[in-house]
């Protein structure tokens, strides 16, 4: 869940920064980020801390970037209507048997 969140993030910034984004460049996210003007402080030792921390603190943290960009979107396009299924802060319940 973790990588599939950093992809999201990445797509979304490559998209605000008008930069070509593939999954496969991932090796050089360092070199992908480093062309990006827009984008949260310090994201490349963000992204890549989320997968050494513990699990809650990997999910808080995502929150924050998840709201950092959210708000970076919102200040570069303030016209667009951007609902999260699920806001920063909001965790899905696990099903009850």
């Known amino acids: 869940m973790l990588l599939d969140a950093a ?11 008008r930069l070509y984004f593939a999954r496969f460049e ?20 963000r ?11 990997a999910a808080v943290e995502l929150g924050r970037l998840v709201e950092e960009t959210r708000a970076l979107v919102v200040t570069e396009l303030p016209d667009l209507d951007l609902p999260l299924r699920f806001p920063p802060g909001t965790r899905q319940q696990p099903w009850s048997i």
């Open 7 to 17: 992809f999201s993030l990445l797509a979304v910034l490559a998209g605000l920064n």
């Open 26 to 45: 991932l090796k050089r996210m360092r070199a992908l980020l480093a062309k990006m003007e827009i984008a949260p402080p310090q994201l490349a030792d």
């Open 47 to 57: 992204l890549e801390s989320l997968f050494r921390l513990d699990p809650e603190a």
